[in-house]
């Protein structure tokens, strides 16, 4: 997921990078509200945004963001006033975090808006595309096709080869996080923080459990295969991986 921080302040967006990245995001920071809508037109998947900034006041760059996109968008600020928390959100935030705050406590919200906004390839549901939304995004909205794998968010049904293949609710939320990049190498921690829960505290053998079982119920190990000292990946065995179609 790509982050944009709007922050002016580097002894807050210093840490707060360096924090995040450590999660398995990749964020752009930049210091001014000109600079932030300007690096919005690349179209980031979350925008981080600070109200004190030294060219414009952050609302209004919440009103410009929100006139334009439809990009989900977190205020975090000093002002911590009911006042403040009500404008911003009316404005068009999709969450409000007071100074100060830690960076698990970031990564929650960011999860639970990103779930309320574009829902993420492993809920049950799916939203349809906005015009400059990433592909994978794509995948969320219905029946995801990669070689004979059929993943349907909808109904949270799989078919291989065009039979039913029957998994736990845990197992389809895994199989369809790791289909919404095919290829994409994905940290044992990011999937734990966001199949199970950031603050998940069992043991991490139950990823490997999991990725045993949908194995063997693919019938090939290849389907998810192991970056050593990494995590784990999608592909489709023999072939080269890729998103025949989105419905």
């Known amino acids: 997921m790509r982050l944009l921080l709007i922050e002016d302040d580097d002894r807050i967006a210093g840490p707060l990078t360096e924090g995040l990245g450590r999660y398995g995001f990749t964020v752009d920071h930049v210091r001014t509200g000109a600079a932030g809508l ?16 030294p060219d414009m006041d952050g609302l209004d760059v919440c009103r410009s963001l929100r006139a ?71 995948a969320a909205a219905g029946a995801q096709t990669l070689g004979p794998l059929a993943v349907n968010r909808r109904t949270r049904e799989v078919h291989l080869e065009r039979q039913h293949i029957a998994l736990t609710p845990r197992e389809f939320d895994l199989l369809a996080y790791l289909a919404q990049d095919p290829g ?4 044992r921690q990011q999937i734990m923080d966001t199949v199970w829960d950031p603050h998940f505290f069992g043991p991490t053998k139950t990823l490997d459990a999991h990725v045993a079982a949908l194995r063997r119920k693919l019938g090939d190990a290849g389907w998810i295969t192991t970056a050593r000292g990494v995590g784990f990946r999608l592909t489709v065995p023999g072939h ?7 419905h």
């Open 240 to 246: 080269q991986t890729a998103v025949e179609g989105a």
């Open 38 to 53: 300007a690096d919005a037109e690349v179209a980031p998947d979350l925008v981080l945004l600070d109200l004190g900034l």
């Open 68 to 138: 334009r996109s439809a990009v989900p968008i977190i205020m975090i600020t000093a002002r911590g006033e009911e006042a403040d928390r009500i404008v911003g959100l009316e404005l068009g935030a999709d969450d409000y975090l007071a100074k100060p705050f830690g960076v698990r406590e970031l990564i929650a919200r960011i999860r639970a808006v990103t779930r309320r906004t574009v829902a993420p390839a492993y809920a049950p549901t799916g939203t349809t595309q906005t015009p400059g939304e990433p592909e994978r995004h794509q």
């Open 184 to 187: 994409t190498v994905y940290s």
